[in-house]
């Protein structure tokens, strides 16, 4: 019988490769954040105000979930920017949990997961769906698999909000690539790993073009 021509170097490689990967699969992205050290404070969650000084006359929640920080930036930029379109704007985390009566436009945006938002983000979505449905609405995630354009990509990707999409079926979606790999922060075999199968980008992917030209034309209606 012909033996396969693989070395045993080479089959230990790739049964090395195929244990971890396993085990990255299994976890999830939450090998992204396994730092070497003990754990770091929890992330701040702070609140922002824009365009209340002018004579804006519609006021705009962007309300955010985060675990480590990059939805942050990502909320405060949309925010920033509706702002400079003339309109008031709260942007603050789910967990202040802000009341859509306030509001006349809503955007939501979260961390996903676990292939899904925070939990959070959740449930705000599901206890405020009928105010929510009242105003218009847009979600966002911001996320790091599934960033391409090859039609599994896009089809896992749209599945991230299935849940919040039962709930708010009329709300404009986007998706923005968030944190990946952080290789100070993880363990060698780790890094080793997520590198050679090359399951997530490396460091802050957040494209601040693509989220602030979102933001200028989202819920363009209001
Ligand atoms: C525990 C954990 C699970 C994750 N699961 C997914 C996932 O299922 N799909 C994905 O695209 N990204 C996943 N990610 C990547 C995060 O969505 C990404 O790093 C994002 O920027 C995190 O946002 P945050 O910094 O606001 O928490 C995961 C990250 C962590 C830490």
Redesign the pocket.
Known sequence: MTQPNVSRRKFIKIGAITIVASGVMCC???L??TKRKSPATPVATPSFTFGKSSSATKQILVAYA???????GVAQAIGEVLGSRGFAVDVKPFLEDPDPGEYQAILLGS?????QWLPEALEYSERWSSSLNQVPLALFC?????LGEEEGEKQNRLAYLNPVRALLPSAEEAFFA???LMPEEQSMLVVWACRALQLFPEGDCRDWEKIRSWGKQVLHTI
Do not use: C, Y
Request: overall charge positive.
């Open positions: 999830g992205g939450g992204l954040v985060t675990r480590t920080g990059s939805t942050v961390a996903v997961n676990g292939a911001v996320h790091i698999m599934n968030g944190q990946g």
